[in-house]
């Protein structure tokens, strides 16, 4: 599973990414302080999950998830607030994922 992660703030992003790599053992786990720079990874890259930072430092964070959506329809997203909070969001989604 090939995982992004994308957060304005670099502390709260590598507080992120260790939290997915913790829950997903074994998935590739890819973190971006810089929207733009996620983009050309998914234009390169297949992604099956995108997980954004909707904070008030990202404000456009649901503009770019339509962008990867249609670079990559079947890629899921989820977006978050807070990096203490993504590990137990991202724990229920794998969950319920069939």
Known sequence: MRIIVV???????AGSVSSVR???PGASVTGFDIHEEALEYCRNSLVDVAILNIGPADKDGIG???KIRALLPSCN???YRGQPRVRRVFSARVRLRP
């Open 77 to 79: 997203v989820i977006f």
């Open 7 to 13: 957060d304005g703030d670099k502390n709260a992003l």
């Open 22 to 24: 913790e829950t997903v």
């Open 64 to 66: 770019y998830a339509k």
